[in-house]
Every structure is written in C-alpha cells, then in structure tokens.
C-alpha cells in the first residue's frame, strides 16, 4: 500500500476477534469442550485458529465435519452449546493484541474515537471487553445482532459511525477477514487489513483490496499520523 489518507481521520473502527481482541484459546476451548461432550476428541487449536473470524458455526463445522447450512437444526444445536460453554469462560486466555493498549491510548491522547463493529453477538462482545476492561468511548459496540444486517453489508459501520458523530469518509475500519474490507469500502470508509488475524493461508490480506495493510497494531498510529508512506500526498 502507497498512498496517504486523504483526510483526517476522526474515529477508527476495529473488528473485534483476530484485531483488537486475540480470542482464539477461549473460543478453541469452548469448542473442545463441546467436542468432548459429543464424545469426540478435541482438534488442535492451531486448526481452527484460521476460521475463528468467520464465527462459531463455521468453527463447529470444521470441528464436525458438517456443511455449513444455518437452517441445519444439529449445528444449531451444537452451537447453542458451545456459545454456553463459551460465555462461561470468556476471557481466561483472551488478551487486546500486542499494542493494541498502546494504539488506544493514542487514539484517546489524539482525540479520536474508537468503536467495535463486528458479527460476534452484541451481549457476548459487550461480556468479552468488560472481562478485558476495555470500553469504547459511548459504548459504541455493534454486534452482529445489532442490527438486521451484518457484515460484508454497510450498515452496521454506519450506525457505529452516528453513535460516535463521525462521518464515513473521515473514519477508518480495521478488520482481519474480507468481509471487513467489503464492509468499510461499501461504507465509504478506509480500509486497513491486519495480517495478525485469523484469515486463511490461501486468502491473504493483499487479495482483499484493503487500502493498507499492517503487522502489528502499532504501525495503524503512523498510518493515522501519515507518517507511514515516503512519497508525498497525491
């Protein structure tokens, strides 16, 4: 990625799991527990870390072996279960990603806002940054039950954006999944992807037309700053 952001930036957006939160081990335990109950024996969490970011059904379904259908009643079932089993224990290994803490308290020195938007349910996102004691400024977390649409569809960064009183073309969405940067550019939103997250290996970042792409969450304060790029704006 080349080019300067075109504007100030006034509010900075974050996906939650695999980007602001690395929740991988809860939710892998929690899908192990289910399996045991089932009788199955537990999948190494280094293979299912890549699908944590497309949500618990999709998790089940690599752990299962099962289509992913959301009509299918036993995969509901399952992750009934499993969402139980994970709000029991939430954040025992969940921690904000090296940096993170830091780009926060950027953000607040600099006096610009910062929400969650995600597909995680609203209640169990609302649970996970409580237990991790972090709060947006307004409460600005919108869940993937938030609204009647969800990521990749706009809307649910838009109405992030009115909790906060920023307009689109001025805030940033970070995420480590396509849907995020679907999402962002439809909103009319720069786009940064993070490659830290939990994407799959054959669907890297540089194929999601993502404005920027970071390592690390501390290079998204030289990117606000325009510190990141040697050529000049334009």
């Known amino acids: 990625m080349s080019r300067r952001l ?3 930036i006034h509010a900075v957006l974050f996906d939650l799991d695999g980007t602001l939160v690395d929740s991988h081990g809860d939710l892998c335990n929690a899908l192990n527990r ?3 109950e089932c009788g199955n024996d537990p999948t190494p969490h280094q293979l299912i870390r890549p699908h944590v970011s497309q949500g618990a059904m999709k998790m089940i379904c690599v752990a299962f072996d099962l289509e992913f259908n959301k009509e299918n009643l036993r995969l509901q079932s399952l992750w ?9 224990d939430i954040a025992s290994l969940s921690m904000l990603f090296n940096g993170m803490p830091e780009v926060l308290d950027h953000l607040q020195s600099n006096g610009i806002a910062w929400g969650v938007v995600t597909n995680k349910p609203e209640d169990l996102s609302c649970q996970l940054l409580a237990a991790l004691r972090v709060e947006p400024p307004q409460g600005c977390v919108v869940g993937g039950d938030t609204l009647p649409t969800k990521k990749p569809e706009p809307g649910p960064l838009l109405h992030a954006c009115q909790l906060l009183d920023a307009s689109p073309e001025k ?5 480590d999944d396509p849907r995020d940067a679907i999402a962002g550019k439809r909103a009319g939103m720069a786009t940064i992807a993070v490659r830290y997250g939990y ?7 540089e194929l999601w037309g ?3 792409i970071i390592d690390n969450p501390i ?3 030289d990117i606000l ?6 050529e000049s704006p334009g």
């Open 34 to 36: 289910l399996e045991e």
């Open 6 to 8: 075109s504007t100030p």
């Open 219 to 221: 290079e998204l304060m």
């Open 225 to 230: 700053s325009n510190k990141a790029f040697d």
């Open 210 to 212: 993502a404005d920027y």
């Open 80 to 88: 009934k279960q499993m969402i139980r089993f994970y709000r029991e």
């Open 199 to 205: 994407h799959m290996p054959d669907n890297p970042p």
């Open 171 to 175: 805030t940033v969405y970070v995420g």
